[in-house]
């Protein structure tokens, strides 16, 4: 009688070893690996667009071309417009120090006594005189701190110089993208092949879903604080807003950075606290418009991943693997998801489960 013949641990030990070589490969070579890293996420999200100009009859090269310049110009234009900007808020920062000790010794500290009462004894006339003896000092050391970290700034330029390759990396990924799915998917073993085209269209789906979907939820929150921002009034808004755009990829912490920065800056540049409360008002308006419309309509909850893996995710690649983690954490968290859902899938379907 034919026996069937067991599949032994082999080849699982192989992939589990193959695994963590990669891991450790990205580890070891974090630095090398990021213009690449980068350039290989915006080829994934940018991909479907470069296919809809083949469909409109332009070659692949063109078509690869016109995205990546496309791709680029925006990169570029969000940094000029975000950087000088924050840079002014800086300088104005330190210009307006002063101010924040007036406000702290007329209007801040003695709130806090009329409602602190008898529980908070607050001594404020030695709190405003340590605050005005080492105001000098303060400015000091932030003048100090902008100066190094401006020349440090420098070095990370010239450090960045990798990036230049960015827009040749991310042309030639554009270009080369379908020749490569095509190889990868020649060199799985036929056996295989249905397992593999299915688990691999799951996890494009999930990616897919999750990183365009999240971009364009990025860009949106960014206009609704940045436009929000400006109409209030607030110097530096739009770049304030932008900022907290681009950090909602991270539940809760854009809204927070960004709630947090334009308070500073409200408190700083408003008479009153009528300009603070229609800031908070801003942001209050962008958490609700996200949270129950923006994220649920072009995200959607059909992907899974919950804000608790999210936070989980970007922390413990970011402490593995440093900024290189940041940017792979979100898509192999994706990853994760699907073969969790392939192997509990496999697991009901057992004879192990279904055995009485």
Sequence with gaps: MYQKKKRGYKPWIVMAAVLCFMVWLFYALGNILTPFIVAAVLAYVLNPLVEWLQRK?????????????????VLFALLLIIVPMLIAQVGNLIDRLPQI????????LPWLNRVGGDFIDIDNESIVAWLQSHMGELSNTLKTVMSTVMKQSGNVVAGLTNLMLLPFLLYYFLLDWKRWSYGINALVPRRFIDGYTRITSNMDRVLGEFLRGQLMVMLIM???YGIGLMLVGLDSGFAIG???GILVFVPYLGAFTGLLLATIAAVLQFPS?????MVWGVFGIGQFLESFFITPKIVGDRIGLSPFWVIFALMAFGQLMGFVGMLIG?????????????GVAAY???????HK
């Design 57 to 73: 009859r332009f070659k692949r090269g063109i078509a690869s071309m016109m995205v990546m310049i496309l791709a680029l110009l």
């Design 101 to 108: 000790v007036d406000f702290l010794q007329n209007v801040l």
């Design 222 to 224: 960014g206009l609704i």
């Design 242 to 244: 932008m900022i907290a």
């Design 273 to 277: 606290w009528t300009g603070v409360l």
């Design 330 to 342: 979100l898509p192999l968290a994706a990853v994760t998801l699907v073969l969790v859902r392939e």
């Design 348 to 354: 009901f379907d057992s004879r192990f489960y279904k």
